[in-house]
């Protein structure tokens, strides 16, 4: 097969940049484009795309391979200028922060698929009569239960019904309950009266016709189901790459401060942080893949790896990264744990709101 490289058919010009070629070159000194003047054919193009995507693939190896076998000398050694056998470690984080987004969806699609093949089982009557149990403000389940031989009744309320301001403040004090029973009283209202205002809403079961009030009446509308909590972790929890992502910049900081002597600027810190959370990343598409066999390995893997590898894998990184002492490694990483709690802590607050406003 005569193929593009072939010296019968370069050119004395590049088609590139028009620059001035001998013969004898292969490609553009000027912008190393392949000297050749041979029109694109299917088997061209195909031969062209394969060995662009051998270049990165061989490097996406090499780089998978240090991240899981030499814990922060990836980040090391492509601070030290030995980039060509490596992908880019902003690219790699981000190739691989679209695989764990794609395996979130898909995972939440089976879920889906799950949940409508469980709704279309047959419900007994006393749990239909309970669903069109829909009132203001009294639809509760009054359970009978005996203790120290003293007959008591629990108020159970359901997510199906709409309920007052007054009656969630008599019921629920400082839990989260009155929160959410206010956003699936709004969903609620809105499904049985779609004809009525939000204001409408608001002087019926008495809540302020405030912008607070206004968001979650507008927000309440988004959801799925009742099930409003379970709803929006699955939401976060989906956009948990992009929010890291998002956050890595800023967890940077933590290491630049913590190792301010050695000798490293802040760009070839984010470097070790784009290697540690690709790792993270790649083991969380792992879990994600189990998943969709056996939820309970899947969440003993996740639990596993939280408690032991993944602290595991830091300490080993930043021994082999920032090269210090065992000693010296083990006192930065106890420091780094109450930072990396206060910093999560701050950093969650942040995407939840985030979370409630993309919702």
């Not at 933590?254 to 490293?264: H, Q, S, T």
């Not at 595991?312 to 990483?333: E, V």
Request: positive net charge; glycine residues 2%; contains cysteine.
């Amino acid at each position: 097969m005569i193929k593009r490289k072939e010296k019968q058919f370069r050119g004395t010009r590049c088609l590139n940049c028009d620059t001035a070629l001998d013969i004898s070159e292969k490609y553009c000194h000027q912008c190393g484009q392949l000297n050749s003047t041979k029109k694109l054919s299917i088997a061209d193009f195909f031969e062209e795309f394969l060995s662009n995507f051998y270049a990165y693939d061989s490097r996406l190896r090499n780089s998978i391979l240090s991240i899981f076998t030499k814990p922060g000398v990836l980040a090391k050694e492509y601070n030290e200028g030995k980039r060509q056998k490596y992908a880019n470690p902003f690219r790699l984080f981000l190739s691989v922060s679209i695989v764990l987004f794609i395996t979130f969806n898909f995972n939440s699609t089976e879920q889906t698929k799950t949940n409508k093949k469980d709704n279309t089982e047959p419900i007994s009557e006393e749990e239909a009569l309970k669903k069109e149990k829909d009132s203001i403000a009294l639809d509760f389940l009054n359970l009978k239960v005996k203790e120290k031989g003293v007959d008591k009744y629990i108020i159970k309320p359901s997510k199906d019904s709409i309920y007052t301001q007054d009656y969630l403040n008599k019921n629920f004090k400082s839990d989260y309950k009155p929160f959410t029973y206010r956003i699936t009283s709004f969903r609620n209202y809105a499904l049985k009266y779609p004809e009525k205002t939000e204001e409408n809403c608001f002087k019926e079961l008495g809540y302020d016709n405030n912008q607070i009030n206004k968001f979650l009446y507008s927000k309440s509308k988004l959801f799925k189901t009742n099930d409003i909590l379970e709803e929006f972790l699955d939401f976060f929890y989906q956009k948990l790459p992009f929010l890291i992502f998002l956050s890595l910049p800023i967890i940077t900081i933590i290491f630049w401060l913590l190792y301010f002597r050695k000798k490293i600027n802040y760009t070839e810190h984010l470097v070790f942080s784009y290697t540690y959370f690709t790792f993270l990343f790649i083991c969380m598409i792992l879990f994600n893949l189990i998943s969709l066999f056996s939820e309970s390995l899947s969440s003993t893997l996740i639990g596993l790896s939280f408690c032991i590898l993944f602290p595991i894998y830091l300490y080993k990184s930043l021994r082999n990264f920032y090269q210090q002492s065992r000693w010296k490694t083990i006192l930065k990483f106890v420091i780094l744990n109450p930072l990396f709690a206060l910093f999560l802590i701050i950093s969650a607050s942040l995407m939840m709101l985030i979370g409630i406003l993309l919702f």
